[in-house]
């Protein structure tokens, strides 16, 4: 090695020690005559003292370092004179007097900083990611994705299951998501698809007698990005077999307790709290609730039945809800921020928001008079409302009801405050829907994937044609109001998965072939199976505090899916398309 010893272990136990330290140039001091140099590497920080009476040439080179340069310092470590030691840093009691300065390489003026804290725009930032990595927080992230997936294959070897890669270059299926394509140079006109998860595999691995599979694989989907999305993102994926439901809960459960103590330091209790989808919507108005506030929507569609209010009337004669939530201390706020509140649920797809002042007499709203008395009072009962409180409405189809106040549920806890940052709330949320309607394209859906199996008492509904009655085996880990983790029992018989391709409106021609490779396996001996993939972008960033998954990946895409370092996406040559057989043509 080039170093005795890294930059963030010398101690009052190391005084008098011949040390060799290799890092970054990070500060330089000139106080008279003696120069003080920081140097950092990932470990920390080692103070640097060049004295012109130990050594002339030596203080003369360290005249000429600059921020960023790398290199190899040696020297003697000795104690701080009294009243300059830093107790923030571990080596804050010791600095090393130099005997000799080698510049590994040197180093242009970088664009930011290498501090803890910076303030740069982010596209500077991942320009630059190199040197955003260098900096400590970053390492730390670095280290501590990399203790959680070296926690998972240790306690998943333990359990008994075996890593196995799935391949890369696949076949295009739907999976809910665009696919990113691949031109193929051998199979002219033919196109693999990046995976978007190993699902066709996993299930694959399980009729094939594993029993027990993952891997932490990275996946793709060509899907509009925010701050929690990436087209490229790292997932742990589980397979088992000849299981039910509580097994793959239990072993997920205990798996996360310890990698949330071995990340924290803190137990979480499992096993964890269990939702119904339908109770989760009611009271949260999200299939990923955050529960570390008490504020809950309540249906108050039975109530507002007994009213005159003619856009409730309709909404309720077309099967609609209307959802309620008591804000507390939001009587005093002003119109403006009331339409703004209403335009915010409008981005939600609620058409109208509606308030009720809560006040010692009871409720004023311009909208009172087409209420009975005993209604108001209901509406105060059921909400749990309190003098100076506001009581918002909205009214429209259930999914957007809920939705739009599960939004402004969060909203208001974020806004006051009401949110326990230092609370982490593991909880499941069970009994999905199997199918949901598209509106758009007129059709059913996979509310998952078509894979998921149904529960077997509602074989009936399905039979029935009663589709929206039909819930599913699948099963969401919920972190803090997001979503972690999502799996389900698989369908294992053919004929219950052609049955479903049915529902979905694909042909017997269709679904052999975009699945016939797996309807082909189903021939033979399937076994009951079933399976959960994890976000690990996203926990990892749950764990760190951050608001973006870039924050904790090395090399991320921009919003657009651009990448700054690289410039990917970039145009390719027209000898590398005539190999492949293309022709790029003008966007309409």
């Not at 991320?556 to 700054?564: E, H, L, R, S, Y």
Request: glycine share 8%; hydrophobic share 35%.
């Amino acid at each position: 090695m080039l170093r005795t010893h890294n930059c963030g272990e010398l101690t009052a136990d190391d005084i008098s020690k011949q040390v060799i330290l290799c890092g970054w140039v990070s500060a330089r001091r000139d106080h008279g005559e003696i120069i003080f140099l920081d140097i950092r590497d990932k470990h920390g920080i080692t103070q640097i003292v060049c004295d012109p009476e130990r050594n002339r040439e030596i203080h003369s080179q360290a005249h000429e370092l600059r921020s960023e340069f790398c290199v190899r310092i040696s020297g003697t470590v000795s104690r701080r004179p009294e009243g300059t030691v830093n107790p923030k840093i571990v080596t804050g009691e010791v600095e090393i007097e130099v005997d000799g300065i080698e510049v590994l390489s040197e180093s242009e003026t970088p664009p930011f900083e290498i501090k803890d804290r910076i303030s740069v725009n982010e596209e500077t930032r991942l320009k630059y990611r190199y040197l955003d990595l260098r900096r400590s927080p970053m390492q730390k992230k670095l280290e501590m994705k990399s203790r959680i997936y070296r926690y998972i294959s240790d306690f998943l070897d333990r359990e008994g299951f075996v890593n196995i890669e799935t391949p890369m270059l696949t076949k295009s299926t739907p999976e809910g998501a665009r696919d990113y394509l691949v031109p193929s140079r051998v199979q002219r006109g033919g196109f693999y698809a990046l995976p978007q998860s190993p699902q066709i595999f996993k299930q694959l691995l399980m009729v094939a007698g594993v029993e027990k599979y993952f891997q932490i694989v990275r996946c793709f989907r060509d899907e509009d990005l925010r701050a929690d999305r990436q087209p490229e993102f790292t997932q742990l994926d589980m397979e088992m077999s000849f299981v039910e439901q509580d097994d793959i809960l239990d072993v997920c459960e205990r798996l996360f307790a310890g990698v949330f103590a071995e990340v924290t330091g803190k137990q979480v209790k499992a096993p964890f709290p269990r939702y119904g989808y339908e109770e989760v919507m009611d009271k949260y108005g999200s299939d990923k609730p955050d529960t570390r506030f008490d504020l809950f929507l309540s249906d108050v569609s039975d109530i507002a039945a007994d009213s005159d209010f003619k856009v409730f009337k309709s909404v309720l004669d077309s099967g609609g809800k209307i959802m309620a939530l008591a804000a507390p201390g939001y009587a005093s706020i002003s119109r403006k921020e009331i339409d703004d509140l209403t335009a915010f649920a409008g981005e939600y797809g609620a058409k109208g928001l509606a308030f009720f002042k809560v006040e010692e007499g009871g409720l004023v709203s311009p909208i009172t008079k087409f209420f009975p008395e005993g209604t108001l009072e209901k509406f105060v009962l059921e909400t749990g409302a309190s003098p100076g409180d506001m009581i918002f409405m909205v009214a429209d189809e259930s999914t957007v009801a809920r939705e739009a106040m599960g939004a402004l549920r969060l909203k208001i806890g974020r806004d006051k405050d009401m949110i326990d940052k230092d609370r982490f709330d593991f909880l499941w949320v069970v009994d999905f829907p199997l199918f949901r309607f598209n509106r758009e394209e007129g059709k059913w859906v996979s509310e998952h994937h078509p894979f998921t199996n149904f529960r077997k008492e509602d074989l009936e509904k399905l039979e029935n044609g009663e589709l929206d009655r039909v819930r599913s085996t699948s099963y969401d880990l919920v972190l803090n109001g997001s979503e972690i983790g999502s799996g389900s029992i698989r369908i294992h018989r053919k004929d219950m998965q052609q049955k479903i391709f049915d529902v979905l409106g694909l042909s017997r021609e269709e679904s052999e072939k975009k699945f016939g490779f797996l309807l082909e396996a189903f021939k033979y001996g399937p076994p009951p199976h079933g399976g959960v993939a994890f976000g690990m972008d996203r926990i990892v960033t749950l764990f760190t505090g951050d608001s973006s998954i870039r924050e904790v990946i090395p090399f991320p895409k921009t919003q657009k899916g651009v990448c700054p370092l690289t410039e990917a996406p970039s145009e390719v040559s027209d000898v590398q398309l005539r190999e492949l057989g293309l022709r790029l043509r003008k966007a309409d």
